[in-house]
C-alpha cells in the first residue's frame, strides 16, 4: 500500500505596497492586560452524568459542606447522587474592570463525571495568583459536545465534560492600579523585530511629537507621557490607530502532519537546477497451503510465495529554476516544474540545503 501525503500550497501573493496594521495590532501596552483567576466548585442538575461519590470522594465532602452552611446537617448520613460534579471555574480579569461588572467563565470536570449538559453552577469564588477573591461564579453550563449511549455501544461528539457560562462571574474586587500616574509606557512587539521597531518609533514621533518615542530593542519601544503633553490614557487612543507597514523575517513554514506549505512574501530563490522522480516498492505475499490427501501420511505446510516489484515513475529530467525575485516568481518557477504537490516538500528542503533558500525554514 502507498501512502501519500495530501499538500496543500498556500500561497501569501506578494502585494506592490505593502501592508499596513495598527499599532494596537502589533503590540502589548504595559498595564494593560488580563489576570487569570481560579475556583473550586460544583455543577448540580445533572442528568445521572455527575461524579460517582465513591470514585470522588472530595465531591461527596464539598457537597456535604454546602449542605451544612445552607442550615442541613448531613454527618453521618449516606447520599449518593449522580447529578452532582466537581469543577474547576478559570477565567480572566479584564483590565481596568470595575466592581460589578460580568465576565465569562469556563467549567471543567477535575472527577468522573461524563457530561456537564443541563447543570448549573453553585455559587463560587475565583482567587488570584495572590490567593484574594475577586469575582464570584453562578450560572448554567453551555456544554460544548454531546455523549449518547446504549447498553454494549456509546458514542461521544465534542467535549460534553466542559463547559462555558457567558456573562457567568460577577466581579467583586478591582485591582490596585493607578494607570493616570504612570510617567512611561512600554510597548512589547508581538513578534520582535528591529525594523518593525524603529517604524513604530518614527511613526509614533511624527504623530505625538519628537523625543515621545525611543526604541530599546528589537521588542521594546518606551513612550515618554510627560513628552507627549497628554495623559496616559488619551496617550494610547492617540498612539493604538496609527498605521505602519510591519518587517518580517522571510519563512518557509512546512507543517508535515496536514502537507501544509506557507512561503511568506519576502521568500527568494537563487538559480537552481533540479531532477526530480519517484520510486515505488511493492510487495506482495500469498501463501499457499498444501495438505496431504485424506489418510495418507504426512502434514499440513504453509507454503510462501511472494511477489517482489520495483516501478520507476519517468522524473521531469533536469530543469532550471531561474532566480526569483517576488513571491509569484517563487511560485511560478516551482509550478514550472510540473511535479505532483506531494513532492514539494521534498524539493523545498532540496533546494534549502543547496543554499538556494534564502528564508528562515520551520518544520513542524
Known sequence: MILRLVLTLILLASPAVADTARIKDLVEFEGVRGNDLVGYGLVVGLDGTGDTLRNTPFTEEAMANLLERLGINVAGEQFRPRNV???LVTGQLPPFARS???????VSTIGDARSLMGGTLIMTPLNAADGEIYAVAQGSVIAGGVRAEGDAASITQGVPTAGLIPAGAR??????????LMQT??????????????RIEAAINRQVGGGTARMLDAGTVEISVLSSGLTPARLISALENIEIAPDQRARVVIDQRSGTIV????VRISSVA??????????????????PNPFAPGETVVVPRSTVGIEEEPGIGLAVLPDAVTLPDVVAGLN????????????L???KAAGALHAEFIVQ
Open 336 to 347: 514550472a516544474l510540473g511535479v505532483s504537490p506531494q513532492d514539494m516538500i521534498d524539493i
Open 185 to 198: 509606557l512600554n510597548l512589547a512587539l508581538r513578534d520582535p523585530d528591529f525594523t518593525t521597531a524603529a
Open 274 to 291: 533540479i531532477s526530480q522522480g519517484n520510486l515505488t516498492l511493492r510487495v506482495q505475499e500469498a501463501p499457499v497451503v498444501s495438505q
Open 349 to 351: 528542503s532540496a533546494i
Open 100 to 106: 460589578g461588572g460580568l465576565m465569562d467563565v469556563t
Open 263 to 266: 512561503l511568506g512574501s519576502d
Open 171 to 180: 466581579i467583586e474586587r478591582e485591582l490596585p492600579f493607578s494607570f493616570d
Open 85 to 87: 460534579a466537581a469543577v
